[in-house]
């Protein structure tokens, strides 16, 4: 059994783009199996659990996908879900990481040798870049103090990033976080206040 899986964590992304990329890289037959929720949030994504539980029972042999941060963005988990689908005999296959398909190819023993470094290399770089990526978004959320203050800015950000990761939409995020002005109103933070946090986070995360 061969699938495709899709994931898109808000509702401006179409997950029809990743299909087309991924049918490229896909014999026929496939199922797909579509899910809308972020990938930090492991627990809440039912269908990709429902996915490891059918590759455990050996009823996968292939699992599709755009990119390795549809299934995993953090590079620790990824790599443990490398070594998951290999015990089960399961091959990942990105469109965006096309690189790994040689590996495929490679002859007995030195496939598993050569992926097993592959797979340690991630390890290793999972932890610099996690480090890296929690200063460089305590940096952005320093350097973004000027207009509110650092308490209130922080609590603010930090509340519309975690509504963006649920899959909250601006507009309704806009309409649920709010902040107390000088005079002690209650003021919503505006739809393009919430675009430029999110933006500037999206910044932050992809680097």
Not at 1 to 15: A, C, F, G, V
Not at 93 to 118: C, G, N, T, W
Not at 161 to 175: A, H, V
């Amino acid at each position: 059994m061969r699938i495709i899986y899709l994931r898109t964590s808000t509702e401006e992304q179409n997950p029809l783009n990743q299909l087309k990329d991924c049918k490229t890289i896909c014999k026929e037959p496939y199922e797909v199996v579509e899910e809308k929720q972020s990938a930090f949030k492991d627990k809440d994504r039912l269908k990709f659990e429902d996915i490891k539980r059918r590759i455990k029972k050996g009823e996968v042999e292939e699992l599709i996908c755009w990119d390795w941060d549809r299934l995993f963005r953090n590079r620790k988990k990824l790599k443990e879900f490398f070594e998951f689908c290999k015990i089960y005999k399961c091959n990942i296959h990105s469109f965006r990481q096309k690189f790994f398909e040689e590996f495929y190819k490679i002859p007995a023993p030195f496939d598993e040798i050569i992926q097993e470094l592959v797979l340690n290399l991630m390890g290793w770089m999972a932890e610099d870049e996690s480090k890296k990526k929690s200063e460089r978004v305590r940096i952005a959320f320093k350097n973004s103090t000027k207009k509110w203050g650092r308490k209130p800015l922080e609590k603010i950000d930090k509340r519309i990033i975690e509504l963006y990761q649920q899959g909250k939409t601006i507009r309704d995020i806009s309409k649920e976080v709010y902040y107390w002005d000088s005079q002690r109103n209650k003021k919503f933070v505006s739809k393009s206040a919430v675009h430029n946090i999110i933006q500037k986070f999206k910044g932050v995360s992809s680097l």
